[in-house]
């Protein structure tokens, strides 16, 4: 079987697009989101074909996901989940658990051999469970989310905050500031909370190994070790994280047309 | 009445009778720092509010002077005095502290002696307290979240560059009220900016966000089973707008105070003066030579 599979996330920041064949990822393409969705979602599928060097026509078969409008001539909507946890599985078969730490909240997915989803739990519309609030304190502490991780992993006395609202920790972080806390014992510190949140709503839902971290907050690596030692388990990080769900929707994409 | 138990008092300047003493309330909030001085017979006489800041302890001492020179009294003319609120262990020169719960409710209550049901909303936290016979019987508060709280309406107000009180005003003109649909504050933000993008009216906009607050707020109070009548106090009731949202939200009239932010402090000095009365009457009174400038002196000690 031969041919192309598309798929499509237009998230809350960046939109991202994969092109799969029967066997592998052949292209894939962000944008930024922008104000508008539907712009978005068709600027990401022009610079995808155009990358892959390929016309709407050699698509077999495309899904959606996500927050924009779908091209009605091609596109098949799935849920932001199912693709989640079926562009995790197809990137490590062993994957059980998936947490996705998005811009604009987290969820975390249980799923089971055949990449299915067996149980999940959201964080809600609530700064504190997503990495947008690393975004806040990037902007605090004046320097860049490609910076953080590393940082952070210097901390000796990561600092303690009373406060999980993002809202409050921001004027919380410039206290520690004042009071001389280290960067790095700060973002540390921030770190925790994070994982915290990520560790409440683990709580509620049996998570198994092997655990699969995704979404722009795995490009984080002092969040994901926060992370792996709250939960007590190893943790795996795909190469390019923010791409997973438009894979599995690019994966579901190929399913769909095998199926037919 | 009471005169005859001074006698007990030790202090030689005790020879007044407790009708020529005063009763202060100090309540160091976290945005706002709030005086309030009351007479023997529980009369207000004096009140006082201003910006809390960083330096708890200096606010406190000037917020007392400031009391004390708008009553055109003298600190030894007080006799108790009683702290609360978020800065409250930063009252160098109180008698005793007290948490805002029961400050609170004794302030709305001697104010509105039949409320039941009093909602307060703060710069960084909400409280739903039931009332029954003036004294606190239930209460649930949000301070885990500004979602419902007056630091909402600051970033808000941020977000659109305008003032409290414009904010306020201009809400009351809208006729189509947008909706807000992210509950977290820094998605709320966003979720304004793209509002603003869109072209929608500044007036529906902000009622918006009063509405946001309103049903966060009524979520929690409705947990108590809100029973009239509610009076509505806090920094955030001083909005006409947001009164109105909340009156929509909760389907009945609120009582608002005139001076909506100074409760806590009012509940605070009458606390004050109910403790000093009841040592009074067991003969146990003992007033406490107090010094504020001891105290401003003492601060820069701390840090910087």
Redesign the interface.
């Known amino acids: 079987m031969s041919g192309y599979f598309l798929g499509l996330d237009v998230g809350s920041i960046s939109s991202k697009a994969v092109i799969l064949n029967d066997r592998e990822i052949v292209a894939s393409a962000v944008v930024p989101s922008g104000?508008n969705h539907a712009v978005a979602s068709s600027s990401v599928r022009a610079a995808l074909l155009e990358k892959a060097g390929l016309q709407i026509q050699d698509i077999k078969a495309g899904t959606f996901t996500g927050m924009g409008n779908r091209n009605p001539g091609t596109d098949a909507f799935a849920g932001i989940m199912m693709c989640n946890a079926r562009g995790s599985h197809f990137t490590f078969p062993s994957t059980r658990t998936v947490i996705d730490i998005g811009g604009?909240g987290s969820q975390l997915i249980t799923v089971d051999q055949a990449g299915q989803v067996i149980n999940f739990n959201v964080s809600?519309?609530?700064?504190t469970g997503s990495a947008?609030l690393l975004q806040?304190v990037a902007r605090i502490m004046q320097i860049s989310l490609d910076e953080i991780g590393l940082l952070s992993m210097k901390a000796t006395r990561p600092s303690s905050f009373s406060?999980?609202?993002?809202?409050?920790l921001e004027t919380e972080v410039i206290t520690r500031i004042s009071q001389g806390d280290s960067p790095q014992d700060i973002l540390a510190g921030i770190h925790g909370t994070i994982a915290e949140k990520i560790g409440s709503m683990a709580a509620s839902v049996a998570i198994q190994d092997d655990v699969v971290i995704i979404g722009g907050g795995a490009l984080d690596a002092g969040l994901v070790a926060n992370i792996g030692q709250k939960l007590g388990t190893k943790v795996l990080v795909p190469e390019n994280p923010r791409l997973i769900a438009a894979l599995g929707a690019a994966v579901i994409s190929r399913e769909r047309y095998t199926a037919n | 009445m009471l005169d005859h138990c001074i006698g007990k008092v030790t202090d030689t300047e005790m020879k007044k009778g407790i009708s020529d003493f005063f009763f202060t309330g100090v309540d160091i909030g976290s945005t706002m720092s709030k005086a309030a001085l009351i007479d023997a017979g529980g009369t207000m006489r004096a009140y006082v509010v201003g910006p809390t800041g960083a330096e708890h302890r200096r606010r406190a001492n000037r917020i007392m002077e400031d009391v004390l020179r708008q009553a055109g009294l003298m600190l030894d003319d007080v006799a108790w005095i009683v702290s609360t609120g978020y800065g409250r262990v930063n009252v160098p020169f109180a008698d005793k502290q007290i948490t805002e719960l029961t400050c609170h409710a004794r302030g709305v209550a001697s104010l509105f002696p039949d409320v039941r049901t009093a909602i307060d909303i703060g710069g960084q936290d909400a409280k739903a307290l039931k009332i029954k016979d003036g004294r606190l019987t239930d209460f649930l508060t949000n301070d885990k979240c500004a979602a419902g709280t007056g630091r909402f309406l600051e970033v808000a107000a941020e977000t659109l560059g305008l003032s409290l009180d414009e904010m306020a005003s201009i809400s009351l003109q809208s006729d189509n009220p947008v909706k807000i649909s992210n509950i977290c504050t820094i998605f709320a933000q966003q979720e304004i900016i793209g509002r603003i993008s869109d072209g929608q009216a500044l007036p529906d906009i902000l009622a918006g966000v009063y509405i946001a607050i309103a049903s966060r707020v009524a979520k929690l109070a409705r947990q108590l089973k809100v029973e009239p009548p509610v009076v509505f106090t806090g920094g955030v009731a001083k909005s006409a707008g947001m009164v109105k949202a909340m009156e929509i939200a909760l389907g009945m009239p609120l009582l608002v105070p005139p001076e909506p932010l100074i409760t806590g402090a009012l509940g605070a000095a009458a606390l004050a003066r109910d403790h000093a009365l009841e040592l009074m009457q067991r003969g146990e009174f003992k007033l406490h030579k107090k010094q504020l400038a001891e105290a401003i002196f003492d601060y820069g000690g701390d840090k910087n």
């Open positions: 104000t604009q809600g519309m609530c700064a947008r806040v406060t999980s609202c993002s809202v409050f």
